[in-house]
């Protein structure tokens, strides 16, 4: 798997080099406060439960863009408060070609993450003591009841034709540079359900940066464009402006919010986080950095009576946004939902990132068949597939990717592999999924360079650690 090396463009620049630190040192967290964003790391002596004792090859990982802003909305009116200072960093185990491991060093020194091993094991890390990890499997039934919170045959909506052509990319002058590593800034919407779960500000945010960073992970292994956490915004009341219990008004709900409120925050995309279980999740397909547009409700169920900010039939309420929602995540150990959730936010950015379902890409890439054959539920729409449902690979070994329904077919969610298809052994040429979404990136790039930026603008980078 390949990674890519995060280095601050320093005076001299010189590349950060690497280093090597051991949890059973004493001294480990006067070694971290020496650690830049970039800088290779290899964290010795890692206890990881039935894997034994192993080296970790990571990567220094920035998670928060540097004007991020947390804001916090009270019952006595709002704060803003500074990222915290967590390090978070992405890799794998060395020596296990295809494990991809994700954890962040809390302020606090607590340590949380996600492991996944050659063979597709999921687990969530649970920090002991020490060196001491032990890996709490993710609990397949449970999550597989679970589906209907977001995986539905309507969880992405097309731009309205007639907002098509205002909001299209623009031909430019510029050649697309497909090697080029871009970043994107990430806005975060929350509830107070969300909130609740975790029952103050500093955990919340500590789980998104978390969720985000890890999905940022996959996002720049296989596309080679990391997300980082903007403006994130939290629910500390119970009088927050979302009353939508339908997923469809949720989204333009929050659409019309951030279109009416927040139009001077930086950000590609807005995506709203909810801890209503009677939501699901839905996005706009295929828009990077785009305007707010006009939006038809007549035909929906959508009106003053689910939605705070209703203003007739057709207004603002489209945009660069997405809803996840019904998430329960935390590392607990008693409730390792992080798995789960990881799945639910990407796929629904893969949307936005413009790919639809893999059992749609019928004459997408230059290739007549699906990705898989793991759906038939949108049969009739331009390029789904029609047929009988059937894994592309062995039953419960991660056949599946993030934009596939594959979880659906028994045994369920251990048919998920978490990639966007790069290098992914099952389907019918699945690399056409990372490349479709790089190909909107590029073509975003060219027509909005300051909301798509290179990488290079902010950091610079080389290939990191590869499979050995």
């Not at 063979?119 to 039934?141: D, H, P, R, T, V």
């Not at 799945?343 to 997408?364: Q, R």
């Not at 290098?423 to 909301?451: Q, Y």
């Amino acid at each position: 798997m390949k990674n890519f090396l995060w280095l601050l463009l320093l005076a001299t620049s010189s590349m950060v080099q690497g280093k090597q630190i051991s949890l059973l040192d004493e001294n480990y967290n006067q070694s971290l406060k020496q650690i830049q964003i970039g800088q290779k790391i290899t964290f010795s002596d890692v206890a990881m439960d039935h894997l034994g004792t192993v080296n970790l090859k990571v990567v220094a990982q920035k998670v928060f863009a540097d004007d991020a802003k947390i804001v916090i909305n009270t019952d006595k009116g709002v704060v803003e408060a500074s990222p915290p200072l967590n390090q978070y960093f992405s890799g794998q185990i060395e020596g296990m070609i295809g494990s991809h491991v994700f954890f962040g060093i809390l302020e606090g020194g607590k340590i949380e993450g996600v492991v996944t091993t050659d063979e597709g094991s999921k687990y969530a890390l649970n920090w002991q003591q020490s060196n001491e990890f032990k890996l709490i499997s993710q609990n397949i039934k449970s999550m597989a009841s679970k589906d209907n919170r977001w995986f539905n045959p309507v969880d992405y909506i097309e731009i309205p034709s007639d907002q098509v052509q205002a909001n299209k990319v623009q031909s430019s002058n510029k050649t697309a540079q497909g090697n080029t590593a871009y970043y994107i800034k990430l806005a975060v919407e929350t509830d107070f359900e969300f909130y609740n779960i975790f029952g103050n500000s500093t955990d919340t945010v500590n789980y998104i940066a978390g969720l985000i960073g890890y999905i940022s992970s996959i996002y720049t292994d296989e596309i080679d464009t990391s997300i980082l956490v903007g403006n994130t915004s939290i629910w500390s009341t119970s009088s927050d402006p979302w009353i939508a219990t339908n997923t469809e008004c949720a989204l333009y709900e929050v659409g019309k919010y951030w279109n009416d409120n927040n139009l001077g925050v930086d950000r590609a995309l807005t995506h709203f986080i909810s801890g209503k279980s009677s939501l699901s999740g839905i996005a706009w397909v295929g828009v990077l950095c785009n305007a707010g547009f006009l939006v038809d409700l007549s035909q929906s169920s959508c009106d003053g009576s689910n939605m705070s900010n209703y203003a007739g039939a057709i207004s603002n309420y489209g945009g660069n946004y997405g809803v996840s929602s019904g998430l329960s995540g935390t590392f607990n150990p008693n409730n390792p939902q992080v798995i789960w959730d990881s799945v639910v936010v990407s796929h629904e950015l893969g949307h936005n990132f413009n790919s639809p379902h893999t059992h749609c890409y019928e004459d997408i890439g230059g290739n007549s068949n699906p990705v898989d054959e793991c759906n038939n539920s949108q049969a009739g729409q331009p390029g789904c597939y029609t047929g009988a449902q059937s894994l592309p690979g062995p039953s419960g070994q991660g056949s599946g990717t993030i934009m596939s329904y594959c979880h659906l077919l028994s045994p369920g969610l251990s048919n998920i592999s978490l990639t966007l298809g790069t290098g992914h052994p099952f389907g019918t040429a699945p690399i056409r999924v990372p490349n479709r979404m790089r190909s909107h990136v590029d073509a975003t790039a060219l027509s909005n360079p300051l909301c798509i930026v290179p990488l290079s603008n902010l950091i610079i980078f080389e290939d990191g650690f590869e499979g050995t």
